[in-house]
């Protein structure tokens, strides 16, 4: 029971990592491969201020959501002037920039030895040890994620994202400035994924560059397009199929050294079949152009 | 401090000539259908692999392994054009969904690989480390001159292949103008094979001499084919002789770049030149400022 509350904190955490990429991918048509890159900011920023200057988890999960944010605007910037698959390439280089930082600049983050003892939350000196008290913050943030990218769909911002995925030469010709869009969308994009990071950090108590590789940007991808890209539901039911899917595995008795590369041979199987036979996801409507 | 920057440029060179037979056989490949083959890094770990196999477990000789695992990489190679993006191409689907397929072909066979053979590191080197030659200040193994004869070898090979044979030049027509290529008789399918065939087999080499150079992990592929895509970039895509000045390029710049500070920033140093180049100089060094729709 406790193991099936503990999947579901992680399937809560992929929700929202799913949800603010697919408002990059699935609904502006922005092919980031990065994401990873901006929930390891949030990790990092708000474990070190919690075990460097002592600062509540809440303020390190806003301040951590503010820095990824920041870092939307860096790695947006050149990104969001490529098309295509060199747009796809810049953000991938982009993730692994971020991901050698955290692992070579030992003297902040310790690099491979990563963040033991990260404090968790604790509400008015209640603390947050028990998984389902756990589950029930990350249910109000997933909560607040679907609610604010729905309000961010349904409004004319959002009608001018879905022109630049459709036609960006009409939507510019229709004088939005798509750059600034774009930009933005990165912007909100990594500041729930920073939200994600801080959230995963300070659950699981420890954090090493490992958990942000590459890899983990491809599998989050995976769940924007398994989903179906640009549909808010497609993104959670795609999250949560992917993560509680692969546990069956180790249900059936399988040690971790096998259960850990089928996993990963299930996501890169389903990665080619989706786009031989699928490529617009279960519920989605979308398809990369 | 002299031998230090020579010893530097030296594996850079060696480096580089890695990075230069990936980044042809990527390049090979793109030139016929212009979309990035990822999965190329996969087929440069298998090879590896194939050799490891053959050497280890099969006690076969190694000039014979040598070549067995690159005919093993190249059926690889084209195996994967044939199961996944053949059915691609009939659809004529976009670069993009061409680039996660192949994504995750990597994911899936590098797995495959950790699974058959353990994530840890394994070693073809058979008896003692010889101690190295000292030339011009730096130090330098047998096995890296022989790295660096080999691929100098096969690059010239792949440039008389592409330059000089039928074969070679219906590639160079299928690259510039598929339909005009079609018209004139040269089937496009068999071109696309023969493309796979020689960029594989180009992979396939690379991993097998740096198999002998170092060690073997399920891993390696994905720096390697990062780096190959981006000396294609640098050196301008589609260019075989840019592919080759890239490949160099790269390796010495990662090299000189860490005199320093760590080698763990190498990576980084190489993403860095791509996202300079992807915004000052998306066509290259050599490549033309033509494809204005990709930037």
Redesign the interface.
């Known amino acids: 029971m406790e193991y099936l509350l503990h999947i579901l904190v992680i399937a809560g955490i992929y929700i929202i990592l799913t949800l603010s990429l697919n408002l990059i991918v699935g609904y502006t048509g922005l092919p980031a491969l990065g994401h990873a890159a901006f929930s390891c900011i949030g990790a990092y920023t708000s474990s070190l201020l919690a075990l460097n200057m002592g600062l509540s988890p809440w303020i390190g999960l806003l301040i951590g959501a503010c820095v990824a944010a920041i870092s939307g605007i860096v790695i947006g910037y050149p990104a969001v002037r490529l098309k295509g698959d060199y747009l796809a390439l810049a953000t991938f280089g982009l993730g692994v920039i971020i991901y050698s930082i955290a692992k070579n600049w030992v003297s902040l983050t310790r690099g491979p030895m990563g963040l033991p003892g990260i404090p968790g939350f604790s509400i008015f000196g209640f603390e947050l040890s028990e998984t389902w008290t756990y589950l029930l913050l990350v249910m109000i943030f997933v909560a607040i994620t679907i609610f604010v990218m729905r309000r961010i769909v349904d409004s004319p911002f959002g009608s001018v994202l879905r022109s630049i995925r459709e036609d960006e030469v009409a939507a510019e010709t229709l004088g939005k400035n798509t750059v600034k869009h774009k930009l933005l969308v990165f912007v909100i994009g990594a500041f729930f994924a920073g939200i994600a990071g801080s959230l995963y950090a300070h659950y699981i108590t420890f954090i090493d560059p490992s958990s942000f590789t590459v890899m983990e940007s491809i599998t989050i991808l995976l769940m924007v397009i398994f989903g179906g890209m640009g549909t808010v539901s497609g993104s959670v039911v795609g999250a949560v199929i992917l993560v509680v899917f692969p546990e069956l595995l180790r249900f059936l008795g399988m040690p971790s050294s096998i259960a850990a590369p089928m996993r990963q041979m299930i996501y890169g199987l389903l990665l080619v079949m989706l786009m031989i036979k699928r490529p617009q996801g279960i519920m989605g409507r979308y398809q990369f152009k | 401090m002299n031998s230090m920057i020579q010893q530097l440029m030296f594996n850079g060179i060696i480096a580089g000539s890695i990075y230069a037979l990936i980044a042809i056989g990527f390049t090979v490949i793109y030139r016929t259908v212009k ?2 083959h990822f999965a190329h890094g996969v087929v440069y770990t298998a090879a590896a692999y194939f050799a490891y196999t053959l050497i280890i477990s099969l006690n076969i000789n190694f000039i014979l392994s040598f070549f067995l695992s690159i005919i093993l990489a190249t059926i690889l190679g084209i195996s994967i054009d044939r199961s ?1 993006y053949y ?2 191409r009939k ?1 004529n ?9 192949s ?10 690989i ?2 058959l053979y ?2 840890q590191i394994l070693t073809i080197r058979t008896g003692p480390v010889k101690e190295g030659n000292h030339f011009l200040g730096a130090v330098i193994t047998d096995i890296q001159i022989i790295i660096l004869v080999v691929s100098i070898i096969l690059m010239i090979l792949a440039w008389l292949f592409i330059k000089k044979t039928k074969l070679g030049k219906a590639m160079r027509a299928v690259s510039d103008d598929p339909t005009a290529a079609n018209v004139v008789g040269i089937n496009p399918e068999k071109t696309i094979l023969v493309s796979f065939a020689i960029g594989s087999a180009l992979a396939g080499a690379a991993g097998i001499l740096i198999s002998f150079e170092t060690n073997i992990e399920p891993t390696m592929g994905f720096t390697a084919v ?1 780096k190959g ?2 000396a294609s ?1 640098v050196g301008g895509i589609g260019n075989i002789p840019g592919a080759v000045l890239g490949g160099f390029f790269l390796g010495l710049a990662e090299n000189l770049g860490i005199w320093k500070i ?1 080698a ?2 190498k ?2 140093i190489a ?2 030149i ?2 300079i180049f ?2 000052i100089r ?1 066509w290259g060094f050599l490549g033309k400022k033509t494809e204005k ?3």
Request: proline share 4%; charged share 5%; no cysteine.
């Open positions: 979309f990035f996944v059915p691609l659809r689907a976009s670069n993009l969904i061409f680039l996660l397929a994504f995750g072909i990597f994911i899936f066979l590098q797995n495959l950790q699974l353990g994530a990062l895509i981006i970039i760590s763990g920033w990576d980084s993403f860095l791509l996202i992807l915004l998306p729709d990709a930037f």
